[in-house]
């Protein structure tokens, strides 16, 4: 079965650092990009970015390059999503996402991790 | 960025009744959209792609029509198991970008 798992929900101060995960599997990891999704408490969803595995090729949404790193190790099939310093408007639902097509990016989400929230508070 | 402006935001209606959510994009985009469903909770999941190819296990009371700027989904006959809130998303050019949403509720 092919699936995205993410990582548990994280309570975090402002100021932080965090890094949240997706590992995939039932797939080749290498040949599917992945992406990420927020989706801000009662809110619409935001496209974030999306890296491709097999070579780190990473694109950004300019609402959030520089306020976030997308990586991945594709020696353990997981993907990163990561804050150096969060904010209390970072307090959102995180999602993994991943195109339906090998070695494309223009194609629609197929397949979602269960999503992990993230909660920014002092 | 292409902007997409998804109508209406809510939209009250009753088991059985049809429906028709609209979405339009800033510039032509092709037939690179698709349209999701998200329950109070859940994570989203595919129903269309491609403007108009349903997915794989998708009820066929759903579907879709469009290309270029202006796309529509339609629920032919409304399920209980519809009442959601649904979203489209272009995926022709960087960054992807999704409508607003639009919460489908019982009338």
């Known amino acids: 079965e092919v699936q995205l798992v993410q990582s548990g929900a994280e309570v975090k101060k402002p100021g932080e650092s965090l890094k949240i995960s997706c590992k995939g599997s039932?797939?080749?990891?290498?040949?599917?990009?992945i992406g990420w999704v927020r989706q801000m408490p009662g809110k619409g969803l935001e496209w974030m970015g999306i890296?491709?595995?097999?070579?780190?090729?990473?694109r950004y949404s300019p609402s959030f390059q520089g306020q976030v790193t997308i990586s991945a190790d594709k020696s353990i099939s997981t993907a990163y999503l990561q804050w150096s310093s969060l904010k209390a408007s970072d307090t959102a639902m995180y999602y993994c996402?991943?195109?339906?097509?090998?070695?494309?990016?223009?194609?629609?989400?197929?397949?979602w991790g269960q999503g992990t929230m993230v909660t920014v508070s002092s | 960025a292409i902007w997409m402006t998804q109508s209406p935001s809510l939209l009250s209606a009753s088991t059985g009744d049809r429906v028709t959510i609209s979405c339009r994009m800033s510039?032509?985009?092709?037939?690179?959209l698709a349209w999701y469903q998200q329950k109070p909770g859940k994570a989203p999941e595919l129903l269309i792609y491609?403007?108009?190819t349903l997915q794989s296990g998708v009820p066929s009371r759903f579907s879709g029509s469009g290309s270029g700027t202006d796309f529509t989904l339609t629920i032919s006959c409304l399920q209980s198991e519809d009442f959601a809130t649904y979203y489209c998303?272009?995926?022709?050019?960087?960054?992807?970008?999704f409508g607003q949403g639009t919460k489908v509720e019982i009338k």
């Open positions: 996402v991943r195109p339906q097509s090998q070695y494309s990016n223009h194609d629609a989400f197929d397949i």
């Open positions: 039932g797939y080749s990891f290498t040949s599917y990009w």
């Open positions: 890296i491709y595995p097999g070579d780190s090729d990473t």
């Open positions: 510039q032509g985009i092709s037939s690179y």
């Open positions: 491609a403007a108009s």
């Open positions: 998303q272009q995926y022709y050019s960087f960054p992807r970008t």
